[in-house]
């Protein structure tokens, strides 16, 4: 690794520790899980964090055709009581899901949504899908709007089971921080990651961990 892509780290080390006290910002993403069972459906939970005054929303959700056939119902989660959600499953691989409500909900931190996703029979094992949003937005009342979230990977587990990953999220915590730069670094001067850790450190499905993943996390860090 180049002396000026770890004085890069340092500094966003730096950057990070100063912004992390300010960061109380809205955020989504689906709750990771870890080798869970598989079944016909796969419960997708949309978390949210600060996300207090929430009013409306909306998304495009994407992901692998030949993995998910398409979605078979919505329903809010803890926190969402007071929204209404409607999808539609606009193409192959892709769902559109609108949240309206009359009231801003009042719980900052919880689920959010509980999106139930068909899957394909027979998937072998070892297969990735992508969870992408698209088009995303929060509304809140007073006008302010967000388009902060987690992507996430799906992967298709060797023994019936199926782990769902925070893009990123080396180290599992639900958030995207400094630690897991740390982590991935650690991949590139050679110490072995888990299995699960590599997946969520390879960000551009590229099959090896580069210094190309570094930047990607950074940069889910800096664009916060
Ligand atoms: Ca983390
Ligand atoms: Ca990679």
Do not use: W
């Not at 900052?108 to 992508?130: H, K, R, T, V």
């Not at 921080?177 to 590139?188: G, N, R």
């Amino acid at each position: 690794m180049s002396k000026i892509r770890l004085i890069f780290i340092s500094f966003l080390f730096f950057i990070v520790q100063i912004s992390v006290s300010a960061a109380q910002a809205p955020i989504v993403y689906f709750s990771p899980v870890l080798n869970q069972a598989r079944g016909d459906t796969l419960t997708l939970i949309l978390h949210a964090e600060h996300v207090q005054g929430l009013q409306s929303g909306q998304f495009n959700l994407i992901y692998e055709d030949s993995v998910a056939s398409h979605v078979t119902q919505v329903r809010v989660g803890e926190i969402g009581e007071g929204l209404q959600p409607t999808y539609n499953n606009t193409n192959l691989g892709q769902t559109r899901i609108v949240l309206f409500g009359m009231s801003p909900i009042v719980e900052g931190n919880g689920s959010l949504l509980e999106i139930d996703l068909l899957m394909n029979p027979g998937i072998e094992s070892g297969f990735l899908c992508p969870l992408t949003f698209e088009g995303f937005l929060l509304a809140f009342s007073g006008g302010l709007e967000t388009n902060d979230f987690y992507n996430s990977l799906l992967i298709i587990d060797s023994d019936s089971t199926y782990s769902l990953l925070i893009r990123g999220d080396s180290n599992f915590d639900r958030s995207v921080t400094v630690t897991d730069v740390t982590l991935t670094v650690d991949t590139l001067i050679g110490l072995p990651p888990s299995l699960h850790q590599f997946y969520a450190g390879d960000m551009d499905d590229s099959g090896e961990i580069t210094t190309d993943d570094v930047d990607r996390i950074a940069a889910i860090i800096l664009d916060r």
